[in-house]
């Protein structure tokens, strides 16, 4: 079956440390991979994501992740954490049956020392 | 990136009563919106899917009376929740989607209260 796992639920670094968020996923075939922040009380944002090619992935506010299709993981990196950092980030996964439907992961909170 | 609202954004009702929710996309055609359910410090939980046009497709558990969902056009699709209960409070989130891409774009949520 198809899922994603987030080992991690919540994660505390301080400002300008280095940031890594794990994600696994299980997925028969080559997976469109995602990773969204949410804020308090709001919506989901993408940061990045990859379909295919180069699997190192840039995306906004400094954010990065690798595709690994040896470790089947997705992992999300900064390497200087902001204070606005803080918040929900999920992993997410598609298509998933008819009508690319994602599969999101758990999710890992972030919180930010000063 | 594509813009997708919600409206309203709280929106607090009487245990009995109905409440709708609006979802537009706001520069695409959106052929698929999606309907989530966010309960607090949880991932999202997939409600159901609708194609502009068709019968929304619920996943399962997802009594499909009860939440009833309206893709009339290409940049609306409605969430209608009936007879609400109190343990039908949450965070309502929408996304909506293309035909030429498998991204979703996200509204920023609906807080529904029932008191």
């Known amino acids: 079956a198809q899922s994603v796992t987030q080992p991690d639920i919540h994660i505390t670094v301080s400002e300008g440390a280095s940031l890594e968020l794990r994600c696994n996923y299980s997925y028969g075939a080559t997976p469109y991979l995602f990773w969204y922040v949410q804020s308090p009380g709001q919506g989901l944002q993408l940061l990045l994501k990859?379909?295919?090619?180069?699997?190192l992935v840039q995306g906004i506010k400094g954010f990065e992740a690798e595709f690994k299709r040896s470790q089947s993981s997705f992992n999300l990196r900064k390497p200087s954490v902001h204070w606005s950092d803080a918040a929900e980030y999920f992993c997410?996964?598609?298509?998933?049956?008819?009508?690319?439907?994602?599969?999101f992961g758990a999710g890992t909170r972030l919180a930010v020392h000063p | 990136g594509a813009v997708v609202s919600q409206h309203p954004s709280r929106v607090i009702c009487k245990s009995g009563t109905s409440v709708k929710i609006e979802c537009r996309s706001l520069d695409f055609q959106a052929t698929t919106m999606f309907w989530y359910r966010q309960f607090p410090k949880q991932s999202l939980m997939l409600m159901a899917t609708?194609?502009?046009?068709?019968?929304?497709?619920?996943e399962q558990g997802v009594e499909k009376d009860k939440f009833l969902i309206n893709h009339a056009s290409l940049t609306l699709s409605t969430l209608t929740v009936t007879s609400a209960h109190p343990e039908d409070s949450s965070f309502y989130i929408c996304?909506?989607?293309?035909?030429?891409?498998?991204?979703?774009?996200f509204g920023p949520g609906t807080r529904l209260t029932v008191t």
């Open positions: 609708s194609n502009e046009g068709s019968k929304a497709t619920y």
């Open positions: 996304s909506a989607g293309s035909q030429n891409s498998y991204e979703q774009y």
């Open positions: 997410a996964v598609g298509p998933s049956g008819g009508y690319n439907k994602l599969i």
């Open positions: 990859y379909f295919s090619g180069d699997t």
